[in-house]
């Protein structure tokens, strides 16, 4: 079992940065890859990006390639998203999913955070 959560949002302007964290408990989710997932308000959830469990292997949605670099330190359970010059369409929730690499970058992955909001004001 899993437990995921999510930290690091918040309200920010055009063109600035955030770093989210994602904190898992359990031994085994250093074992499993883990993604990040945003929903925009009045729309699906889509996948941004995701990280092997060792760190090795990292794939991003074309749109936040270039701005946004996935990333995770197995001796704190922890995985990080940040995220640069952020642009308002990048307002969403933000997930977390941790579970085997197919399954987390299709979005079918067991173990899913609560989310936290990013704002991004124009």
């Known amino acids: 079992q899993v437990q995921l959560v999510e930290s690091g949002g918040g309200l920010v302007q055009a063109g600035d940065s955030l770093r989210l964290s994602c904190a898992g408990s359990?031994?085994?989710?250093?074992?499993?890859?883990a993604g990040w997932f945003r929903q925009p308000p009045g729309k699906e959830r889509e996948f941004a990006a995701a990280i092997s469990w060792s760190g090795g292997r990292t794939y991003y949605a074309d749109s936040v390639k270039g701005r946004f670099t996935i990333s995770r330190d197995n001796a704190k359970n922890t995985v990080y998203l940040q995220m640069n010059s952020l642009k308002p369409e990048d307002t969403a929730v933000y997930h977390c999913a941790a579970d085997r690499w197919d399954r987390v970058v299709a979005g079918t992955g067991d173990y899913w955070g609560q989310g936290t909001q990013v704002t991004v004001s124009s």
């Open positions: 359990g031994r085994a989710f250093s074992t499993y890859s």
